[in-house]
């Protein structure tokens, strides 16, 4: 796949990773489809792509019918739908057992139903729609890139619940890409460590500054556009197929 040629949904898309993503594939002559909840970064992002290249749709990645009508409604603005790349994600941090007692059920579901079944429900509803797509190269007909974390491996005090929903993001990978391979669509897993988003920029000066320099090399904080440099390498890579690749600086995460 060519990214001239990428026709992509982007969840998270209006900023941060997801949003440096979507410039990422315009910049290269792509088309793309926002899908977040933020209506006024939403009209900011597509007034900075262009509205000949991006859509923003106001979407609950949770939402089963209301994913399956805007990727609908997003191929067909786009004239076509090859490419879906999960971004959105909440950080959902909280202890097991914290100061005002346990853990409430609905934090942790809420932060595993967005992050880990809002990925299925993207990319199950994106494969459907893939699947009816003229073969390319090696009869390729789409590719999934979902976003992990490295908590997935590591995670910290009071991740219990975002490192699950991770982990789950790189449990699929591998038998989602199995499964629809009968079909030519790639599932590949992206697995960042600690980048410069929206969850860092809220954070004292001190604690950005602690951050990057706990990474071994180079020692600072990832950027979007790095991020968005892989999901494109993985694009246009057709071998690139049912793996995790973690983006880190080589970071291994602290108990706490």
């Known amino acids: 796949?060519?990214?001239?040629?990428?026709?992509?949904?982007?969840?998270?898309?209006?900023?941060?990773?997801?949003?440096?993503?979507?410039q990422h594939i315009v910049a290269n002559g792509g088309k793309v489809a926002l899908l977040d909840i933020n209506d006024d970064k939403g009209a900011a992002a597509v007034a900075a792509l262009g509205a000949d290249k991006a859509k923003y749709f106001r979407t609950d990645v949770t939402d089963e019918e209301q994913v399956k009508a805007d990727l609908a409604a997003a191929r067909e603005f786009m004239g076509g739908l090859n490419a879906a790349i999960n971004c959105a994600g909440i950080l959902g941090a909280g202890r097991v057992l914290g100061k005002e007692g346990p853990m409430p059920l609905k934090q942790f579901s809420t932060t595993v139903m967005i992050n880990l079944v809002g990925s299925f429900n993207v990319a199950k509803a994106a494969a459907d729609l893939m699947q009816h797509n003229t073969p390319g190269v090696d009869g390729e007909r789409g590719v999934i890139v979902n976003t992990a974390s490295v908590a997935a491996y590591e995670g910290q005090i009071g991740q219990?619940?975002?490192?699950?929903?991770?982990?789950?993001v790189v449990g699929m990978t591998l038998p989602m890409a199995r499964e629809l391979a009968r079909f030519?669509?790639?599932?590949?897993?992206?697995?960042?460590?600690?980048?410069?988003t929206p969850m860092v920029d809220g954070m004292p000066p001190q604690v950005q500054e602690s951050l990057g320099a706990s990474i071994p090399f180079p020692s600072r904080l990832g950027r979007p556009d790095e991020?968005?440099?892989?999901?494109?390498?993985?694009?246009?890579?057709?071998?690139?197929?049912?793996?995790?690749?973690?983006?880190?600086g080589a970071v291994r995460l602290a108990p706490k």
């Open 227 to 248: 991020f968005a440099d892989l999901v494109g390498f993985i694009l246009t890579h057709t071998y690139l197929n049912g793996e995790t690749i973690r983006l880190d």
């Open 1 to 22: 796949m060519q990214l001239n040629d990428v026709r992509a949904v982007v969840t998270g898309g209006v900023s941060g990773l997801g949003l440096a993503t979507a």
């Open 184 to 196: 030519g669509i790639r599932v590949m897993t992206i697995a960042p460590g600690i980048f410069w």
């Open 160 to 168: 219990a619940a975002y490192s699950a929903s991770k982990g789950g």
